[in-house]
């Protein structure tokens, strides 16, 4: 696939806070910039939300986000109590 160069102007300000924010995050800008365009391709609009506040946020409400994100990506967000308890029981055996 050929590479192709993109550059833009922006406000210096925002640029140093932006590169902090991703340090934070653990990411550079050119990489930021390609996970956004992929992105942005792919699922055709802008998926996703990244914001230092979520990662510092209590790790019980992080785990039951995660775990309702699983769900609905399993198509099993609608399951039961009952039918929940019967796949627990049923992993036990």
């Known amino acids: 696939m050929a590479k192709t160069l993109v550059q833009f102007r922006t406000d210096e300000t925002e640029r140093a806070e932006a590169t902090q924010i991703l340090d934070q995050l653990g990411l550079d800008m050119p990489s930021y910039l390609r996970m956004c365009v992929s992105r942005l391709v792919r699922d055709r609009g ?15 409400v992080s785990a039951m986000r995660r775990a309702s994100r699983i769900a609905e990506e399993n198509d099993i967000s609608d399951m039961t109590l009952d039918e929940i308890n019967a796949e627990i029981a049923e992993a036990r055996k």
């Open 46 to 60: 802008i998926p996703f939300s990244m914001k230092i506040n979520e990662a510092s946020e209590n790790k019980g």
